[in-house]
């Protein structure tokens, strides 16, 4: 039976057609992997589920090549698919995998080829090097056996066919162009590069041509194990080279970037684990998605569990990839038992402190961290409003743009403090924060002010108290201390209630202030969130503007001039111009820009 492939495949598709990547090769390192992940889950079934356990498994990936006929064979002896896996798995869309890799084409050959297994669409790679692949399969247990058919070009075609053995076997129809993948030094190259730790034996199959005595030639075939098949994260330390690591982070992440570090770790005593952890230098595609996938495959006695275990590592570390291999749990152990297990809550405590030292190690390098905190520090401050245990590392992890510089710790913050607050400034935008009037009081007396315009921090920063002595404190919310003395609210009592008259509807409270220097006056917004604001804007939903405090520089010559202007037109037009211009400052936009235009053009007209 014939189906077409989803618009996103269609499109994925031609881009692999049409030989949008420069790098090729790694279409190996995919259906490799891919095989692998099979093996992977029917050897955890026939060692924790009764229906299988009787099942003849010697699990091992098989590769072999034709080069008269120039295809190229990958065969595994894994969970297999039925007819319905084979049409979700190889015609739709997996976790929306396929239309992020679309929406993350630079068109930088280069850096999209990397993309491909990172995206989970791996399989697809194939059509590459391939004019047509044939996939057939049968799953474990199961009596049918069926074939995928697909030249790439808008459809595929399933059909029942005759497959002994349970398993996939993908058959490549290699392009003229593609010829070097059906040689024997080429694959054997390719999986020396990116395959090498695979857990299970990969065997090269091929005919050899050899001289017998009598000087004539003979035909040998070859099956020979070209890769190492040990679990990599159990060979010492001392036995592994960076390139080791190195090679096996991008066959464990589909990531063709090197790591920025890892962390191998074996644990003995009343516990028995062992950890590998990646840092990687770029965030994974769907990092701030719900649906994000797991980079932590967990283990026990190497023996494949999950990959799909959120728990194994708190949540703000989901940019980690990684084994956890655990000597101590059943190997049935259900998803049930996962999230409620004292070995894994002790495994997960000690890795993460680990992780975190790590993490202090890299801060060390000035440059390496920056390349670290432009992916992951929203991630670390996410992290102060969810890890209580671990809240004073994070606080040191954390860096900030302030009024006095870029990437300020806050250990240096305090260093060239003389005060007991930390001052913040909570905004949607980098630039406004830095020209907002709130901060002039701060800058004149030469206090340095945290200027805050990631979306976490209006989540966090209130609920962080404070940093070695130092309270945390917003700039919006800060009292003034030099109150306004009584002669200046005297002498400014009608005003302000000619400005209330002129404002009614549209501010809470007019009011003095001392807390601006240049400018001749500012909106606060009490209580409000610009961050939810915006992500509520961007959902499509209407927001209520809350009426902001409206507060004039008593001390400022507009102000002054205005208080004694006696054309009140003339001064309902500047006033809304002054609080409109206030607001713009303070969130980029206003409500009635028409009405803002026109009473500049008026006040224009006047003075020409």
Same mark, same amino acid.
């Given at each position: 039976?014939?189906?077409?492939?989803?618009?996103?495949?269609?499109?994925?598709?031609?881009?692999?057609?049409?030989?949008?990547?420069?790098?090729?090769?790694?279409?190996?390192?995919?259906?490799?992997?891919?095989?692998?992940?099979?093996?992977?889950?029917?050897?955890?079934?026939?060692?924790?589920?009764?229906?299988?356990?009787?099942?003849?498994?010697? +699990?091992?990936?098989? @590769?072999? *090549?034709?080069?008269?006929?120039?295809?190229?064979?990958?065969?595994?002896?894994?969970?297999?698919?039925?007819?319905?896996?084979?049409?979700?798995? &190889?015609?739709?869309?997996?976790?929306?995998? #396929?239309?992020?890799?679309?929406?993350?084409?630079?068109?930088?050959?280069?850096?999209?080829?990397?993309?491909?297994?990172?995206?989970?669409?791996?399989? =697809?790679?194939?059509?590459?090097?391939?004019?047509?692949?044939?996939?057939?399969?049968?799953?474990?247990?199961?009596?049918?056996?069926?074939?995928?058919?697909?030249?790439?070009?808008?459809?595929?075609? @399933?059909?029942?066919?005759?497959?002994?053995?349970?398993?996939?076997?993908?058959? @490549?129809?290699?392009?003229?162009?593609?010829?070097?993948?059906?040689?024997?030094?080429?694959?054997?190259?390719?999986?020396?590069?990116?395959?090498?730790?695979?857990?299970?034996?990969?065997?090269?199959?091929?005919?050899?041509?050899? #001289?017998?005595?009598?000087?004539?030639?003979?035909?040998?075939?070859?099956?020979?194990?070209?890769?190492?098949?040990?679990?990599?994260?159990?060979?010492?330390?001392?036995?592994?080279?960076?390139?080791?690591?190195?090679?096996? =982070? !991008?066959?464990?992440?589909?990531?063709?970037?090197? +790591?920025?570090?890892?962390?191998?770790?074996?644990?003995?005593?009343?516990?028995?684990?062992?950890?590998?952890?990646?840092?990687?230098?770029?965030?994974?595609? $769907?990092?701030?998605?719900? $649906?994000?996938?797991?980079?932590?495959?967990? =283990?026990?006695?190497?023996?494949?569990? #999950?990959?799909?275990?959120?728990?194994?590592?708190?949540?703000?570390?989901?940019?980690?990839?990684?084994?956890?291999?655990?000597?101590?749990?059943?190997?049935?152990?259900?998803?049930?038992?996962?999230?409620?297990?004292?070995?894994?809550?002790?495994?997960?405590?000690?890795?993460?402190?680990?992780?975190?030292?790590?993490?202090?190690?890299?801060?060390?390098?000035?440059?390496?961290?920056?390349?670290?905190?432009?992916?992951?520090?929203?991630?670390?401050?996410?992290?102060?409003?969810?890890?209580?245990?671990?809240?004073?590392?994070?606080?040191?992890?954390?860096?900030?743009?302030?009024?006095?510089?870029?990437?300020?710790?806050?250990?240096?913050?305090?260093?060239?403090?003389?005060?007991?607050?930390?001052?913040?400034?909570?905004?949607?935008?980098?630039?406004?924060?830095?020209?907002? +009037?709130?901060?002039?009081?701060?800058?004149?007396?030469?206090?340095?002010?945290?200027?805050?315009?990631? /979306?976490? $921090?209006?989540?966090?920063? +209130?609920?962080?108290? /404070? *940093?070695?002595?130092?309270?945390?404190?917003?700039?919006?919310? $800060?009292?003034?201390?030099?109150?306004?003395?009584?002669?200046?609210?005297?002498? =400014?009592?009608?005003?302000?209630?000619? &400005?209330?008259?002129?404002?009614?509807?549209?501010?809470?409270?007019?009011?003095?202030?001392?807390?601006?220097?240049?400018?001749?006056?500012?909106?606060?917004?009490?209580?409000?969130?610009?961050?939810?604001? !915006?992500?509520?804007?961007?959902?499509?939903?209407?927001?209520?503007?809350?009426?902001?405090?409206?507060?004039?520089?008593?001390?400022?010559?507009? %102000?002054?001039?205005?208080?004694?202007?006696?054309?009140?037109?003339?001064?309902?037009?500047?006033?809304?111009?002054?609080?409109?211009?206030?607001?713009?400052?303070?969130?980029?936009? %206003?409500?009635?820009?028409?009405?803002?235009?026109?009473? %500049?053009?008026?006040?224009?007209?006047?003075?020409?």
């Amino acid at each position: 039976m014939k189906h077409s492939f989803q618009t996103e495949i269609n499109q994925l598709l031609d881009l692999m057609i049409h030989s949008l990547y420069s790098n090729k090769e790694i279409f190996l390192r995919e259906l490799v992997s891919n095989a692998s992940d099979a093996l992977d889950k029917l050897n955890y079934l026939t060692l924790s589920d009764d229906k299988f356990k009787n099942l003849e498994f010697n +699990p091992k990936i098989n @590769i072999s *090549f034709n080069e008269d006929k120039n295809t190229l064979t990958i065969e595994d002896n894994g969970i297999g698919m039925n007819e319905s896996e084979l049409i979700e798995n &190889l015609g739709t869309i997996a976790k929306s995998g #396929t239309k992020g890799f679309l929406n993350a084409l630079s068109g930088d050959k280069k850096k999209d080829s990397a993309l491909i297994g990172q995206f989970g669409v791996g399989f =697809y790679s194939s059509f590459m090097v391939a004019d047509k692949v044939v996939v057939t399969s049968k799953k474990a247990l199961e009596d049918k056996a069926y074939s995928w058919i697909s030249d790439g070009k808008g459809e595929y075609e @399933i059909q029942e066919c005759v497959k002994d053995s349970f398993g996939t076997k993908i058959d @490549i129809y290699l392009k003229d162009d593609a010829k070097e993948y059906a040689n024997r030094w080429r694959i054997e190259s390719l999986i020396k590069k990116y395959s090498d730790h695979i857990a299970f034996p990969i065997i090269l199959s091929y005919d050899e041509k050899q #001289t017998k005595e009598d000087k004539s030639e003979e035909i040998v075939h070859k099956d020979e194990q070209i890769n190492k098949a040990k679990a990599l994260w159990k060979i010492p330390k001392n036995e592994l080279s960076d390139d080791d690591y190195s090679e096996f =982070y !991008q066959t464990l992440s589909h990531d063709n970037s090197k +790591p920025l570090s890892w962390i191998h770790n074996k644990v003995e005593g009343s516990l028995e684990y062992t950890t590998l952890f990646y840092i990687p230098s770029r965030a994974p595609f $769907d990092l701030f998605r719900v $649906d994000y996938q797991s980079g932590v495959k967990l =283990y026990v006695k190497r023996v494949f569990i #999950t990959d799909d275990d959120k728990e194994l590592l708190p949540q703000y570390l989901r940019f980690v990839r990684g084994i956890i291999d655990s000597e101590d749990l059943p190997l049935n152990v259900s998803r049930e038992i996962l999230q409620q297990n004292k070995i894994l809550a002790n495994i997960k405590s000690a890795s993460t402190k680990k992780i975190l030292s790590e993490i202090e190690n890299i801060s060390k390098d000035d440059e390496k961290y920056k390349t670290f905190y432009r992916e992951f520090g929203k991630l670390i401050k996410e992290g102060l409003y969810s890890d209580y245990e671990n809240k004073d590392k994070l606080l040191h992890l954390c860096r900030f743009n302030t009024t006095k510089g870029e990437f300020v710790s806050l250990k240096t913050y305090k260093e060239r403090s003389s005060n007991d607050n930390i001052y913040y400034i909570i905004g949607s935008d980098l630039e406004l924060l830095k020209n907002s +009037p709130l901060l002039e009081k701060y800058i004149k007396d030469d206090i340095e002010v945290l200027l805050l315009n990631d /979306e976490v $921090d209006s989540f966090v920063m +209130p609920s962080l108290g /404070e *940093f070695e002595g130092l309270k945390f404190k917003d700039i919006s919310l $800060d009292e003034n201390k030099d109150d306004v003395s009584k002669e200046l609210l005297d002498d =400014y009592k009608e005003f302000i209630d000619k &400005l209330k008259t002129i404002l009614d509807g549209k501010v809470k409270e007019v009011k003095l202030s001392t807390r601006l220097d240049k400018s001749p006056s500012c909106v606060i917004s009490e209580g409000s969130n610009p961050m939810m604001e !915006q992500l509520m804007r961007q959902m499509g939903q209407e927001i209520k503007e809350e009426s902001p405090v409206f507060e004039i520089n008593p001390h400022h010559e507009i %102000i002054l001039k205005l208080k004694d202007l006696k054309d009140d037109e003339k001064l309902k037009d500047i006033i809304f111009i002054l609080f409109d211009s206030a607001k713009l400052l303070e969130k980029g936009t %206003i409500s009635d820009a028409n009405n803002f235009s026109q009473r %500049i053009n008026k006040l224009v007209m006047m003075s020409v």
